[in-house]
């Protein structure tokens, strides 16, 4: 008996340490479910309790010890929920991983053949993806092996969309880094900004604007706001490297590491 005492007290610890560490993220999943799903988790929780041979006073006791630890420490409480989200972007991109990394002909920038890939949302007249070039142009020139994948996402702007289907027509004639150049170093979206923009690329105008016109074009914008929602995406600039999903015009370094993590996965 003295032996097995012990045992048990550090597996109550370690289990209310760890579910201190989700405590965020656990309490407004648990305040957000549905009564369905809440009678099937509280009795599947009921369930492994009893399989750890942890009784009602025990569970008190270890909920006690939860509550006293994220209010000694409540800084746990951000990165309990972030660790959440990455895991659930993480679940996400997995069975979307070949749909996200299989650029339409020609919108990739960096090394075509890359082992690592990043993937961008981008809109032209967004200022945050127009601060982004310098970040994503030095992240090209540090790592030779990163392929960018490129999906255009209009949603700010009205111009955004005609910016976006010429973007792909650049792409087509395999233009499209010259002409991404082009836009977010001229003026915001409109009729002479993206004329000017394809003109400076080299773009063949007339057969540019036909293509343009095309239904996979449409298409191709369509799929990429589906991908977008399915990975809760409402905003531009948006990454996904590796399992890791980025939200904003985020620090190189911070891209980087994510680049790093992904290249050593």
Request: charged share 25%; with cysteine.
């Amino acid at each position: 008996m003295s032996d097995t005492k012990p045992r048990r007290i550090g597996a109550f610890a370690a289990f209310a340490l760890l579910l201190a560490a989700g405590g965020a993220a656990g309490g407004w999943w648990y305040a957000h479910r549905d009564a369905d799903t809440a009678s099937g988790d509280d009795a599947d929780l009921e369930a492994s309790l009893a399989s750890a041979g942890i009784n009602g006073k025990e569970r008190a006791a270890i909920e006690g010890l939860v509550r006293s630890y994220i209010l000694e420490h409540p800084e746990v409480l951000p990165e309990a929920m972030e660790r959440l989200q990455q895991r659930e972007a993480a679940a996400q991109i997995g069975p979307m991983r070949g749909a996200l990394e299989t650029p339409f002909p020609g919108a990739v920038m960096g090394n075509p053949d890359g082992k690592v890939t990043l993937v961008e949302f981008t809109d032209f007249a967004c200022t945050y993806c127009r601060q982004s070039v310098k970040t994503l142009d030095a992240l090209i020139a540090k790592n030779p092996d990163l392929r960018v994948v490129v999906r255009e996402l209009p949603i700010i702007a009205p111009e955004s969309a005609p910016a976006a289907r010429m973007a792909l027509a650049a792409a087509a004639q395999g233009k499209y880094p010259a002409y991404h150049k082009a836009m977010f170093e001229g003026a915001r979206p409109s009729d002479a900004s993206i004329t000017a923009a394809a003109t400076a690329a080299g773009l063949d105008l007339a057969s540019a604007r036909t293509f343009a016109a095309r239904p996979d074009v449409e298409e191709e914008l369509k799929r990429n706001l589906q991908l977008a929602r399915q990975l809760g995406i409402n905003g531009t600039p948006a990454w996904v490297i590796g399992e890791q999903l980025v939200h904003g015009a985020v620090p190189q370094e911070d891209l980087q590491a994510a680049i790093d993590a992904a290249r050593k996965s």
